[in-house]
């Protein structure tokens, strides 16, 4: 559900040096089809990949596909376990559902109202920032929300993957994020060999919206790193 705006910041600060490219993934409704597009469209050559969120899963999707085409991953406020079994599972299905139900009665704005409540820090709930991530959520369609739930709902177990990364990685969130928290990101670093973790203070879910020259730096330092020979 997130666009360009997410990385507004990054986008300004970094494209003098680097092609910068968000994709879009409309209805795409497997996590595999939105990497497969991304590999397909993505400029030739070397990829510097940075998943934020279900970003984090895509990247983690193209790496099991093409490791190749790799050059370095930036992990921010995701994580790497699949579904849960049993109740922990179905609570988070029914949560999803739930704010389905939401969109397609009241709208993606009230939805997005709801959702946001917990995936922001405290101080920013009811400023411009908070609006923006309404705004954002509010240019999509309940249909790609319902792909991107089915997408996210049937998820692959990636940690048998986190060995495997032997490019120049970061790992990144906000210390108050409650979706991933750091915990899930200090597992990711503990197991990527090499990886650098920067966790950000006074910082929900949405890190580059909400610390963007925190977030941009450690992306700045991430891209400088020596790419392993």
Known sequence: ???RAVWAAQ???????HE?????YGT????????????????????????HSMGGRIAFEMWARAPQ???????LDTSYHPL????????????????????RSQGLRTMAREWAL????ADHLGTPLFEAVLDMFERSSVAAFAAQIEALLARRDAEPLLATVSVPTLVLCGRD???????RHEFMHERIAGSSLAVIERCGHMSPMEEPAAVTAALRDWLARPVRG
């Open 20 to 24: 910068v490219v968000v994709p879009h």
């Open 28 to 51: 795409l409704d497997s996590l595999a089809g939105m990497a497969e597009r991304v590999l397909r469209e993505a400029p030739p050559g070397p990829l510097a990949v940075a998943g």
């Open 1 to 3: 559900m997130c666009d």
């Open 69 to 75: 085409r790799i050059e370095r991953l930036a992990l």
């Open 11 to 17: 986008i300004e600060a970094l494209s003098a040096t």
């Open 84 to 103: 849960p079994a049993g109740a922990e599972g179905e609570r988070e299905r029914a949560g999803r559902y739930a704010l389905l139900e939401i969109a």
């Open 118 to 121: 917990g995936m922001v820090h």
């Open 177 to 183: 994020d409650a979706w991933s928290p750091p915990s």
